[in-house]
C-alpha cells in the first residue's frame, strides 16, 4: 500500500466512481438537513460537522436504508467490504483539528458528492488533497490526519470505512 494515500484503481472504487451520480441525486433527493446528526467526537472540530449514516461497524441503520435504496444495494454488494458508511457533511468554515483513527483493521474511502470551489481539503501525514466530486480515493486514517472547508458552502462526501484485509485481496 502507498501511504498516506492509496492510489491504485480497485473494483470497488470504480464502481463507486460509475455509481457517483445516482448516489448524489439519491441523497439530494432523499435526505434533508433535519435528518443530519453531529459527528460525536465534538472535541474534534470547531463546528458544522454533521453524518448521515448507513452502516456503523457493521451494523445496518434501517431507516437511512430504506431512504438510500441505490446506495443500500451497493453496501449490501460489498458487504464484506464496507464497515461503516454514511455521508459527511462539513458546514462553510468547518475545521476538524489533527487525530488519528482508532484501529488498523480498516481503510477510509471518500467520494466526492458536492465538493466547492476554494479552499476546501484533506491532509494525511502532510500530504494535502482536494476532494473532486464524483472521484474516490482511500487513505490509511490511523495516520495524522485534518480537514477543513474554508468556502462558503456544505462539503459532502461519502465516507466509507473498509476492511482492509478484504480490500488488499484484490493485490495478492
Known amino acids: 500500500m502507498e501511504l ?24 439530494f433527493n432523499a435526505v434533508t438537513k433535519e435528518q443530519y446528526l453531529e459527528w460525536p ?7 458544522g460537522w454533521n453524518v448521515f449514516g448507513l452502516r456503523f461497524q457493521h451494523n445496518d441503520i434501517y431507516g437511512s ?6 446506495l443500500s444495494n451497493f453496501i449490501k454488494k460489498y458487504d464484506t467490504l464496507i464497515e461503516t458508511a454514511g455521508f459527511s457533511i462539513l458546514s ?4 476538524i483539528n489533527p487525530h488519528v483513527g482508532f484501529t488498523t483493521d480498516v481503510l477510509r474511502c471518500h467520494l466526492g458528492i458536492k465538493v466547492p470551489d476554494g479552499d476546501c481539503c ?10 473532486k466530486e464524483g472521484e474516490s480515493f482511500i487513505f490509511d486514517d490511523t495516520i495524522e490526519h485534518e480537514a477543513w472547508n474554508r468556502t462558503n458552502e456544505d462539503r ?10 478484504v480490500l488488499l485481496k484484490d493485490f495478492t
Open 92 to 95: 462553510p468554515g468547518t475545521v
Open 4 to 27: 498516506p494515500f492509496f492510489d491504485k484503481s480497485v473494483t470497488f472504487t470504480n464502481s463507486l466512481e460509475e455509481n457517483h451520480a445516482l448516489i448524489k441525486e439519491e441523497f
Open 41 to 47: 467526537e465534538s472535541f474534534l472540530y470547531n463546528h
Open 156 to 165: 459532502i462526501v461519502l465516507l466509507m470505512d473498509l476492511n482492509k484485509n
Open 122 to 131: 484533506l491532509e494525511v501525514g502532510g500530504v494535502v488533497r482536494k476532494w
Open 65 to 70: 436504508h430504506l431512504l438510500c435504496p441505490i
